[in-house]
């Protein structure tokens, strides 16, 4: 554990079951709003409400950490969210204390952006309702599900939403940048299938009130959220999705030992699986000792999925394993458990809207021999033909639906617990996937929001595209004093 005394923290001390005193900011004071109310403007003091963690709890190390440890932070205080109204009142107290604020779900910030020093952190993870309605097809689901959580619950039923394929990550945060997985091409982008949500935003001059968002209210907001909403428009409480019926899948891993099939397997699978039956979703990772291909066909047989993959199964002598299966059983069968994996990764996001060229390929095959980790990867998911390229009803600001594959080199060192461990890798891998990046430049554009580029050039074109200006039309509206901001938020427009 790191020493918390090195640090210039303001001390927290907890006051009662659900309230919070800091030195010079008594929560609940009048004397905080001493000039009064001012043409209904003003809300009344505020109290934090929830489970709080302040920098004296026994467990502020844990509730402070990321899933990413490449990033360590250390907030004035992290309020769990326990119900909608603790929200309204963290929000509300930042705003009258003049606090920076994030808002955190699942943990999987990349760059470390839902947490701050000094600051604080509104975490909306204990927020887990379920509220399924099979005969509309609708689930209502709490921001603090997970997506393992939410493929599970929805599975009882036979039903899915599309999710991402790390089950670790959080449902909220996953859908409103996008969210794809093995299901895009089948049922669309997870927030696609978003269609109504709860919402905590900026209300009057330093208060927040409750907005409750589907395609007939606050359509605007809907759009944004479809895409762009995360921590860029207010606090989501709970999402509402379309649900589809799912009873079964076939899973396939093919493994080929070693790179010397790269070129063939890389070309074949852009050129066939993007162009495949819709119900085929696919995956094809390269790392530094072998070429990975899973692939989901949904409400499909063995036989059906080979036959489909028949190009890519004919290349060399590779490895099979089959499932057939329920999604959520299948889902949770090929999730890795959270504390095996590396503690610190540095990623790079990117859309490819040609083949690559062999050259492109060739590049791939070069940085995974020089790799500065076994935990080093190249990763991509097939789009192409599929339900990805319809928006839904009322539209959605992630732009990136023409793409013909996404894809990302990845790094990953170190273990969990340990913060100094493999030290010097951090400086070989952080240049390896800014060399990796900047060599395949020529071959892709864009960039994807949940997976963000730091130091990116013109990154709000990157990730949405000639969406912008709207968006920054709807910061303007519902959030004009630009209380929700980070390092790659969208600001409110000026005129």
Same mark, same amino acid.
């Given at each position: 554990?790191?020493?918390?005394?090195?640090?210039?923290?303001?001390?927290?001390?907890?006051?009662?079951?659900?309230?919070?005193?800091?030195?010079?900011?008594?929560?609940?004071?009048?004397?905080?709003?001493?000039?009064?109310?001012?043409?209904?403007?003003?809300? /009344?003091?505020?109290?934090?409400?929830?489970?709080?963690?302040?920098?004296?709890?026994?467990?502020?190390?844990?509730?402070?950490?990321?899933?990413?440890?490449?990033?360590?932070?250390? /907030?004035?205080?992290?309020?769990?969210?326990?119900?909608?109204?603790?929200?309204?009142?963290?929000?509300?107290?930042?705003?009258?204390?003049?606090?920076?604020?994030?808002?955190?779900?699942?943990? %999987?910030?990349?760059?470390?952006?839902?947490?701050?020093?000094?600051?604080?952190?509104?975490?909306? $993870?204990?927020?887990?309702?379920?509220?399924?309605?099979?005969?509309?097809?609708?689930?209502?689901?709490?921001?603090?599900?997970?997506?393992?959580?939410?493929?599970?619950?929805?599975?009882?039923?036979?039903?899915?939403?599309?999710?991402?394929?790390?089950?670790?990550?959080?449902?909220?945060?996953?859908?409103?940048?996008?969210?794809?997985?093995?299901?895009?091409?089948?049922?669309?982008?997870?927030?696609?299938?978003?269609?109504?949500?709860?919402?905590?935003?900026?209300?009057?001059?330093?208060?927040?009130?409750? =907005?409750?968002?589907?395609?007939?209210?606050?359509?605007?907001?809907?759009?944004?959220?479809?895409?762009?909403?995360?921590?860029?428009?207010?606090?989501?409480?709970?999402?509402?999705?379309?649900?589809?019926?799912?009873?079964?899948?076939?899973? =396939?891993?093919?493994?080929?030992?070693?790179?010397?099939?790269?070129?063939?397997?890389?070309?074949?699978?852009? %050129?066939?699986?993007?162009?495949?039956?819709?119900?085929?979703?696919?995956?094809?990772?390269?790392?530094?000792?072998?070429?990975?291909?899973?692939?989901?066909?949904?409400?499909?047989?063995?036989?059906?999925?080979?036959?489909?993959?028949?190009?890519?199964?004919?290349?060399?002598?590779?490895?099979?394993?089959?499932?057939?299966?329920?999604?959520?059983?299948?889902?949770?069968?090929?999730?890795?458990?959270?504390?095996?994996?590396?503690?610190?990764?540095?990623?790079?996001?990117?859309?490819?809207?040609?083949?690559?060229?062999?050259?492109?390929?060739?590049?791939?095959?070069?940085?995974?021999?020089?790799?500065? $980790?076994?935990?080093?990867?190249?990763?991509?998911?097939?789009?192409?033909?599929?339900?990805?390229?319809?928006?839904?009803?009322?539209?959605?600001?992630?732009? %990136?639906?023409?793409?013909?594959?996404?894809?990302?080199?990845?790094?990953?060192?170190?273990?969990?617990?340990?913060?100094?461990?493999?030290?010097?890798?951090? /400086?070989?891998?952080?240049?390896?996937?800014?060399?990796?990046?900047?060599?395949?430049?020529?071959?892709?554009?864009?960039?994807?929001?949940?997976?963000?580029?730091?130091?990116?050039?013109?990154?709000?074109?990157?990730?949405?595209?000639?969406?912008?200006?709207?968006?920054?039309?709807?910061?303007?509206?519902?959030?004009? %004093?630009?209380?929700?901001?980070?390092?790659?938020?969208?600001?409110?427009?000026?005129?």
């Amino acid at each position: 554990m790191r020493d918390l005394s090195r640090r210039d923290l303001l001390k927290a001390t907890a006051v009662g079951a659900g309230a919070v005193a800091l030195p010079g900011m008594i929560a609940g004071s009048s004397a905080l709003a001493a000039d009064g109310p001012s043409f209904g403007d003003k809300y /009344p003091p505020a109290t934090l409400t929830g489970r709080i963690v302040h920098p004296q709890s026994p467990d502020y190390a844990q509730a402070s950490l990321g899933w990413d440890e490449l990033f360590v932070r250390y /907030p004035l205080v992290i309020v769990f969210a326990q119900e909608t109204q603790d929200v309204v009142n963290a929000l509300t107290w930042a705003r009258q204390h003049d606090v920076a604020l994030r808002v955190r779900s699942g943990r %999987h910030s990349l760059e470390g952006w839902s947490n701050v020093d000094n600051g604080l952190v509104i975490d909306v $993870s204990e927020l887990k309702d379920v509220h399924i309605d099979t005969a509309t097809r609708t689930a209502k689901l709490g921001a603090g599900l997970n997506q393992s959580e939410a493929v599970t619950a929805l599975g009882e039923y036979d039903l899915a939403a599309t999710t991402g394929t790390e089950g670790t990550v959080g449902l909220s945060g996953a859908t409103l940048g996008g969210g794809f997985g093995f299901l895009t091409r089948y049922l669309g982008m997870a927030c696609d299938n978003l269609i109504g949500a709860e919402i905590v935003v900026a209300a009057g001059a330093d208060g927040a009130k409750v =907005l409750e968002v589907d395609p007939w209210q606050h359509a605007d907001l809907l759009w944004a959220l479809r895409g762009a909403g995360n921590g860029n428009f207010g606090i989501v409480t709970s999402l509402t999705y379309q649900v589809a019926p799912l009873a079964s899948v076939a899973y =396939l891993q093919v493994t080929w030992p070693g790179l010397d099939n790269l070129r063939e397997v890389f070309d074949t699978w852009q %050129h066939t699986a993007p162009f495949s039956d819709p119900r085929l979703g696919t995956q094809v990772e390269v790392h530094p000792d072998s070429i990975l291909l899973f692939a989901v066909l949904a409400e499909g047989s063995e036989a059906e999925a080979r036959r489909l993959l028949e190009p890519l199964l004919s290349i060399g002598n590779p490895e099979v394993s089959v499932q057939i299966g329920g999604w959520s059983e299948t889902y949770a069968g090929f999730q890795i458990p959270n504390d095996e994996e590396p503690a610190k990764w540095k990623f790079y996001s990117q859309f490819t809207r040609q083949p690559f060229p062999a050259e492109a390929i060739s590049i791939v095959r070069q940085f995974m021999e020089k790799a500065p $980790s076994p935990d080093s990867n190249f990763f991509t998911q097939a789009f192409g033909r599929g339900a990805q390229r319809q928006e839904p009803f009322g539209g959605a600001a992630f732009p %990136h639906r023409d793409a013909l594959f996404y894809s990302e080199p990845g790094v990953g060192w170190g273990t969990r617990g340990e913060p100094d461990s493999d030290d010097a890798i951090t /400086p070989l891998a952080q240049a390896w996937i800014a060399e990796f990046s900047l060599a395949l430049r020529p071959y892709v554009d864009g960039a994807y929001v949940n997976v963000p580029n730091i130091g990116m050039a013109e990154w709000e074109e990157a990730y949405w595209g000639r969406n912008f200006p709207r968006l920054r039309k709807i910061k303007a509206k519902y959030d004009p %004093h630009n209380v929700f901001q980070y390092e790659q938020s969208i600001p409110p427009a000026t005129h």
